[in-house]
């Protein structure tokens, strides 16, 4: 599995690369054909003093692609959301293929 990991308009630290790294790694867990996962950690609103923190993950796996895409305050919980969505994607998708 292949995972691409950008952020735009800031630097994220390790401490984040790391714990987005952990969970990503876990989604072997629900698909074993994973072939490349893109995630962009991104600062929405950088022109206001409110700054959202936006996280859009995108999984290839053969003959399909996954997408979500959440946002919020932090960029842990913006990626929690975007990995609960992807995952109950995949799990929708397995079922639908096992029927």
């Known amino acids: 599995m ?6 735009v ?16 790694e876990k989604l072997n867990t ?14 929405d609103n950088v ?6 923190k936006v ?3 995108r999984i290839h796996v053969p003959r399909y692609d996954f997408f ?9 919980e913006s990626f929690d959301n975007a990995m609960d969505s992807i995952v109950s994607q995949i799990k ?4 639908k293929l096992a029927a």
């Open 2 to 7: 292949n995972v691409n990991i950008q952020t």
């Open 9 to 24: 308009h800031f630097d994220a630290d390790d401490k984040l690369v790391e714990y987005v790294s952990r969970k990503i």
């Open 30 to 43: 629900f698909h074993d054909s994973i072939l490349k996962v893109d995630l962009f950690l991104k600062l």
């Open 47 to 52: 022109v206001h003093t409110i700054k959202d």
């Open 55 to 57: 996280a859009e993950i």
């Open 68 to 76: 979500a895409k959440a946002s919020s305050k932090s960029f842990e």
């Open 92 to 95: 929708r998708k397995k079922e």
